[in-house]
């Protein structure tokens, strides 16, 4: 009896902790619709959904190997990596290069997961060193300089409108979002990404490729922040070594925040767009409200620990350490 009074009360703990995003987004937008008359207006709220585009589709990429219980952070370097690379070979904006962005994102991811599964090195290790290693390479191809992606093509994938009124990118991100939700809860790869992520031996026992799901996890991770620099680099025009400059932090914050535990086995990419919301929201309200930058990743920092703290509380006995 004191068991099930015990889990009853656990399972109203999560729906209460699930339910905290939702809240925390409705409040940021009355706190700065109060701050600064413009946050509410059209304009600004469609700048909000098109750089969140960006943001979920990168962290959605990210919950994957976060949802095994590893992480990735060599989110920059894929950014600035794909976009210099294949500006390089192919600045003409065309299909070519569209293809280049999303398949070296891709390769990078497989390399980062080829090392973890294979090597079998800590992925915060080796995904921090990854990261040092394609952006040095991003560098050594601009010599400090952008490249200019001059082309009507490229640009329309970001800045075009489809639909009068709203950017391509926050449609094309939505599409490649609800794919992704699809393959993470509804297919074999999604579910044994999150069997591993519970418990990586009891996976290996009951016959799960670990090692190959493993590097599955990393290379979707670098074609959706491939896809994400793809939206970034159209938009921009351009591709550069300070490209990812700021996406690190708030993306791990984004999908933390969503309610994926940095322990693994818990959370979801559904859930990744709750995040994404709560921090471009709270990015565009205090640059609009005239808040210190320095304030702004304070106020991300406190964020994140309370995101961990709340997502740990159903479960206190889960502590495992990232693998």
Request: a positive charge.
């Amino acid at each position: 009896m004191i068991a099930d009074v015990k889990e009853n009360a656990k399972i109203d703990i999560k729906k209460v902790v699930n339910l905290v995003p939702i809240i925390v987004i409705i409040a940021l937008m009355i706190i700065f619709s109060f701050l600064s008359p413009a946050f509410m207006r059209l304009r600004n709220l469609v700048e909000i959904l098109q750089l969140s585009s960006i943001y979920l589709l990168i962290a959605a990429g990210v919950t994957f190997p976060i949802l095994m219980g590893s992480i990735d952070l060599s989110i920059t370097g894929i950014i600035v990596g794909s976009g210099v690379i294949a500006a390089t070979i192919a600045p003409m904006g065309g299909l070519f290069t569209v293809f280049l962005i999303l398949f070296i994102g891709l390769c990078l991811g497989l390399f980062n997961g080829f090392l973890v599964a294979k090597i079998k090195l800590p992925s915060f290790i080796v995904t921090l060193s990854t990261n040092f290693i394609y952006c040095g390479i991003a560098v050594a191809l601009t010599e400090g300089y952008n490249i200019n992606i001059r082309s009507n093509f490229f640009s329309n994938i970001s800045n075009g409108r489809m639909i009068p009124g709203i950017p391509n990118s926050i449609i094309l991100a939505g599409i490649v979002y609800i794919v992704f939700v699809y393959l993470s809860e509804k297919t074999k790869t999604g579910r044994y990404i999150m069997a591993i992520g519970g418990k990586e031996d009891v996976a290996a026992r009951m016959g799960i490729n670990v090692a190959k799901y493993k590097i599955i996890a990393f290379a979707l991770s670098g074609f959706l922040i491939g896809c994400g620099t793809l939206f970034l680099s159209a938009r921009l025009g351009m591709a550069s070594a300070q490209l990812g400059s700021g996406y690190l932090f708030s993306t791990l914050i984004a999908v933390v925040v969503g309610g994926t535990a940095l322990s693994g086995g818990v959370g979801g990419v559904r859930r990744t767009i709750l995040g994404v919301l709560i921090i471009t929201i709270l990015e565009n309200g205090m640059t609009l409200g005239g808040i210190d930058v320095r304030i702004q990743y304070i106020a991300k920092a406190v964020i994140l620990i309370g995101s961990v703290f709340l997502i740990s509380i159903p479960d206190r006995s889960r502590q495992d350490l990232m693998k």
